[in-house]
């Protein structure tokens, strides 16, 4: 809306420049173009006003497919008005000049046949299209038919209105079809992940089984080790009491032979001592031959006296001591005697 000022009964217009203002002073144009700014008087001028920028219009519409189902179809259209002198006479787009407020709604005229014709391209599409297929490659064929039915459309060159792009956002079924046809691909899908469960279950399963034959084989293998080991331990053993026994063996013919050789030594010592013990009494015998018999029985009391027990006193009576000292050729003691 372009910016219109008081100024003693004059007004001063200015335009952005995405605005085309026509100025007509009675019934003549004198100001034509974007941008414009200039001096007029209300009751002598009429204005118009038209957008020249880019303008963005979105529509949604219901539209039926081929098996009668309703569909909502969502879209963009981008448009222009690239002719503002034509549009200017096909449509109103004239101001208030003192506030500079359109009189009319053109905007929303030009949103109205661009949604209409939308509208019965795509109409004319889907009618012929059953839902699956709609929904699968409704936009692009939506799309490539509103633009061509907006192109072909005579009355927007006629209204000085380009078509710069059209876009097809979406088309929707109704919530209870959306949902049923999600059910088989949701089915589907939870199909697939219940087989990656089971595989899943199935891999951990034989990683088990894989480990538990590997447990089994590591109690096999030790099992067999350790009959080795058993087996090694009793050669072992026969062969430590073999070694053991041959040692005792050994070491017995050695205490047998070494018993041997002291028995035969002490034998030889016995008949060596014997015989010089026999050499002795010969010998012994042989100086006491010729001794008398007083003598020797002196020397065998004597004999007899070094292996008695100790005896403190001995009393005697005069015969016996008479009679012993008369043995011995000595002469006899007084009456008593006491040793």
């Known amino acids: 809306m372009a910016d219109i000022t008081r100024r003693l009964g004059w007004r001063h217009l200015r335009s952005a420049p995405t605005a085309h203002i026509r100025h007509h002073k009675r019934g003549k144009l004198t100001h034509d173009g974007p941008g414009a700014s200039f001096w007029y008087r209300s009751l002598s001028a009429a204005l118009s006003e038209i957008p020249v920028d880019d303008r963005e219009l979105a529509m949604a519409f219901h539209a039926r497919t081929a098996d009668f189902q309703d569909v909502t179809v969502q879209a963009t259209v981008t448009y222009r008005i690239s002719d503002p002198a034509v549009a200017a006479t096909r449509l109103d787009f004239s101001v208030d000049p003192d506030t500079g407020v359109w009189r009319g709604a053109p905007l929303e005229q030009i949103a109205t046949l661009l949604t209409e014709t939308a509208q019965q391209h795509t109409l004319d599409v889907l ?74 279950r199935a891999v951990a399963v034989e990683r088990e089984r894989a480990i538990a034959e590997n447990e089994l084989a590591s109690k096999i293998e030790l099992a067999r080790r350790e009959e080795q080991l058993v087996d090694q331990r009793g050669t072992n053993a026969r062969r430590e009491a073999e070694e053991k026994s041959a040692a005792d063996g050994v070491r017995a013919e050695a205490e047998a032979a070494r018993t041997v050789r002291l ?77």
């Open 127 to 200: 009618a012929r299209t059953p839902l699956a297929t709609a929904l699968v490659d409704g936009v692009a064929s939506v799309r490539e038919r509103v633009a061509d039915g907006l192109a072909a459309e005579p009355r927007l060159p006629g209204t000085g209105i380009d078509v710069v792009a059209v876009r097809v956002v979406a088309i929707r079924p109704e919530a209870e079809v959306e949902r049923a046809l999600r059910t088989p691909a949701r089915e589907q899908i939870q199909q697939e992940a219940d087989r990656s469960v089971y595989e899943r």
């Open 263 to 339: 028995a035969r030594a002490e034998a030889e010592a016995a008949r060596e001592v014997g015989a010089a013990r026999a050499e002795a009494q010969s010998a012994w015998l042989r100086a006491h031959a010729d001794v008398d018999p007083g003598t020797l029985h002196a020397l065998a009391a004597t004999r007899l006296a070094d292996n008695l027990p100790r005896i403190d006193s001995l009393t005697l009576s005069p015969d016996v001591l008479t009679g012993l000292l008369t043995r011995l050729g000595r002469p006899g003691p007084e009456p008593e005697a006491h040793a």
